[in-house]
C-alpha cells in the first residue's frame, strides 16, 4: 500500500484558477478582478459577537445541527425575505459553507452511479464534489443567447431528462445571471416531468439589481424534491467564518446531518456566535453593500459596452461575463495580467458553456475598478 | 431607479468623481448628472468641494494646531443664537461652528499654524464678544479619522488574488 491518489481524485484535475492564482501571486501591484468573495469585511456586530464569545469561553462544539437559536433565525429569515418555510429542528442543517452543504448532499442522497445534471458555467466544485461521491455528472451547458439562464431546451438537450438530480446556482457565479420566478417555473416542471431531485444554490440570493430572487423550493410541488443552500459567506462578507446552512425535507435534511455528524460534527462555534449577531443586527449592511454592488456592476457594464464588448446585462451576485475579445480566452487573461496587471479569470474554468467569455468579480473598490477598467479598455484597443 | 441622493452620496464618499464616472455607476446620462449637481449646487444643498487632509501626514512642514472650543453665552432679547453665530463664524480660523445640545451652546473648531496663534484668537477674538460667558479650549493632540476618512487605514487587501 502506497500514499497515491485514489482514482476519483485523481481523476479529477486541479482547479482551472489555479493557474491564474500563481501567475498574480508573482506579480506585484496587480489589480485583481479575479476574486469571488466581498471586498468589505463582515459587519462590525458580527465581529463583535465572535469576540465576545471567545472571551466568554464559549467555544465547544454545538448541536450537529447547528445551535438552536441560529437555527430558528435562519428559518425566520427565510420565511419572511423569500418565503420559505422550514422546520427549525427537522429541516435545516447548519454547515461549514453552503460548500460543506453541497458535498453533504451529493454524499447523502445521491448513490455512486446516480446522474448528477449540472448547470454550467458553475462554481468550481460541483463537478469534482459529484466525482468525488461517484456520481457521474451530466454537464448542462447554458448558453450566452438565453443570457446564461436554465430553459427546458438546454435541458433537455443535454439529456439531463435521465438525470437522478440537477445542481444549479441563481445568481449565478461566474456569470452574474439570475432567474425570474416565471423561467424558473419552466426549470420546476421539467424536474417534476423527469422526476429530478433539485440542489438549488442560493448563496447569492441577497445579491440581484433587477428583480428579487425566487426560490424554486417556493413552486407547486418543488418542496418536497428539493434542497436550498445559503450561507453568511457572500450578503454578509463572512466568507471566512466558512457558514452555511441547508433546507430541505425532514428525510433529507437527516441523511445529509448523518454524515455532518460524523465528518464535520458541528459548524465552527465561533462563526455560529457570528452569524446569530448578523441576522439580528446586520440587515442594514447587507442592504449598504448590495448598493455598493449595484453602483460598481452598473459602472462595469456601462464602460464595457463603451469598449463595445458585448456583455449581457448581469443582475446579480457581483460578477459580470463580457465576451473576451479574442478567440482564445486563456490567452486573453494571461496577456491581460502579463501586460496590465489586471487579473481576471477565463470563463472555461467554470465549465461548459464559459468558454469565449473572462469572468469580472466587482467586488473591489470603485477606484481600482475605474483604474483596472481604464487599462482593459487601452489593452482592448 | 438612482435619484439625486445617489449622486449626493458618490460626491459624498468622493467628490473627485466625474460627471462620466457619475453617469456610468448611476441611471443618469452625462448631461442630466450635470443638471443635478447644478440644481444641488445652486440651492445651497453642496456647499463646497475640499481634499480631507492629514496634515501629520505632510510631516512638520504641513503642522496645523487646531482645537475644538465649548463657548457658553448668555442670551438677551436683541440678540438670539444666530446673531452671535454670525458674528463668529466670519472669521477665516473658525472652521467649524455648531449649536449643540448639553453642557454648553456652541461647539466650534479653530485652526491656526501655532499654539499661540489659536490662544490669542480665543482670547483677542472670541472671548471679548460680549454675550459670550464662558470658553473651555481642547487642544487637538492626535486626529485619527475625518470625514468619515481613517487615517490610519492602510486598507490591505488581504483576499488570495485570485479565487473562485
Redesign the interface.
Known amino acids: 500500500m502506497t500514499l497515491e491518489p485514489a482514482d476519483r481524485v485523481d481523476s479529477v484535475p486541479p482547479?482551472g484558477?489555479r493557474r491564474?492564482?500563481e501567475l498574480?501571486?508573482e506579480m506585484d501591484d496587480?489589480i485583481?478582478l479575479?476574486?469571488?468573495?466581498p471586498?468589505f469585511s463582515a459587519p462590525w456586530a458580527a465581529r463583535e459577537a465572535a469576540i465576545t464569545s471567545l472571551e466568554r469561553g464559549q467555544t465547544s462544539y454545538t448541536a450537529n445541527k447547528g445551535k438552536r437559536e441560529l437555527r430558528t433565525r435562519i428559518s425566520r429569515f427565510e420565511d419572511a425575505v423569500r418565503d420559505l418555510s422550514y422546520d427549525p429542528d427537522d429541516q435545516l442543517l447548519v454547515t461549514a459553507g453552503a460548500s460543506e452543504g453541497l458535498d453533504l448532499a451529493f454524499r447523502a442522497l445521491l448513490n455512486p452511479g446516480d446522474k448528477l445534471a449540472v448547470a454550467q458555467p458553475c462554481?468550481?466544485?460541483y463537478v469534482p464534489g459529484a466525482t468525488f461521491a461517484g456520481v457521474d455528472v451530466v454537464d448542462v451547458p447554458t448558453r450566452v443567447e438565453d443570457e446564461f439562464k436554465l430553459t427546458r431546451e438546454v435541458l433537455e438537450a443535454s439529456g439531463a431528462a435521465e438525470a437522478d438530480a440537477l445542481v444549479y446556482c441563481y445568481p449565478n457565479?461566474p456569470t452574474g445571471a439570475t432567474m425570474t420566478g416565471d423561467e424558473l417555473r419552466e426549470v420546476a416542471a421539467f424536474c417534476r416531468e423527469h422526476d429530478l431531485a433539485v440542489f438549488a444554490d442560493e448563496i447569492y440570493a441577497d445579491l440581484t439589481y433587477e428583480h428579487d430572487h425566487t426560490s424554486i423550493a417556493t413552486l407547486p410541488g418543488m418542496a418536497e424534491r428539493t434542497v436550498v443552500f445559503n450561507g453568511f459567506s457572500k450578503a454578509f462578507a463572512m466568507t471566512g467564518f466558512r457558514l452555511g446552512y441547508a433546507m430541505g425535507p425532514e428525510a433529507a435534511i437527516t441523511a445529509m446531518n448523518r454524515v455532518h455528524q460524523y465528518t464535520m460534527l458541528s459548524a465552527p462555534t465561533t462563526a455560529q456566535h457570528a452569524a446569530i449577531e448578523a441576522l439580528d443586527n446586520c440587515l442594514d449592511k447587507v442592504d449598504e453593500m448590495t448598493a455598493q454592488y449595484d453602483?460598481?456592476r452598473?459602472?462595469v457594464l456601462?464602460?464595457f459596452d463603451e469598449m463595445g464588448l458585448d456583455c449581457f446585462p448581469a443582475a446579480g451576485a457581483f460578477y459580470a461575463f463580457p465576451e473576451c475579445p479574442w478567440d482564445d480566452a486563456d490567452e486573453f487573461a494571461e496577456a491581460l495580467l502579463q501586460s496590465e496587471k489586471v487579473?481576471v479569470?477565463p470563463g472555461s474554468?467554470f465549465g461548459a458553456g464559459g468558454d469565449g467569455h473572462l469572468r469580472i468579480s466587482y467586488a473591489t473598490g470603485?477606484?481600482e475598478l475605474?483604474t483596472a477598467m481604464n487599462r482593459i479598455e487601452s489593452f482592448v484597443s | 431607479m438612482s435619484s439625486r441622493r445617489d449622486i449626493l452620496d458618490l460626491l459624498g464618499e468622493n467628490a473627485r468623481y466625474t460627471t462620466e464616472d457619475l453617469a456610468h455607476m448611476t441611471d443618469f446620462s452625462e448631461s442630466e448628472v450635470e443638471d443635478i449637481v447644478a440644481e444641488l449646487e445652486d440651492a445651497g444643498v453642496i456647499t463646497g468641494y475640499q481634499a480631507v487632509v492629514n496634515w501629520n501626514a505632510l510631516g512638520t512642514d504641513g503642522e496645523r494646531v487646531r482645537a475644538t472650543v465649548e463657548l457658553n453665552v448668555a442670551l438677551d432679547r436683541e440678540t438670539n443664537y444666530g446673531d452671535i453665530a454670525d458674528r463668529i463664524a466670519k472669521f477665516p480660523e473658525v472652521t467649524s461652528l455648531r449649536l449643540v445640545s448639553g453642557d454648553y451652546d456652541f461647539d466650534l473648531t479653530v485652526e491656526g499654524d501655532s499654539m499661540r496663534e489659536v490662544s490669542h484668537f480665543i482670547s483677542d477674538k472670541v472671548a471679548p464678544i460680549p454675550e459670550i460667558t464662558q470658553t473651555v479650549t481642547h487642544y487637538v493632540m492626535e486626529s485619527y479619522k475625518e470625514q468619515g476618512m481613517n487615517f490610519d487605514d492602510h486598507d490591505d487587501d488581504d483576499r488570495l488574488s485570485v479565487s473562485p
Open positions: 482547479s484558477i491564474f492564482f498574480a501571486e496587480i485583481s479575479g476574486v469571488g468573495e471586498d462554481y468550481v466544485s457565479n453602483r460598481r452598473n459602472y456601462s464602460r487579473a479569470v474554468a470603485l477606484n475605474k
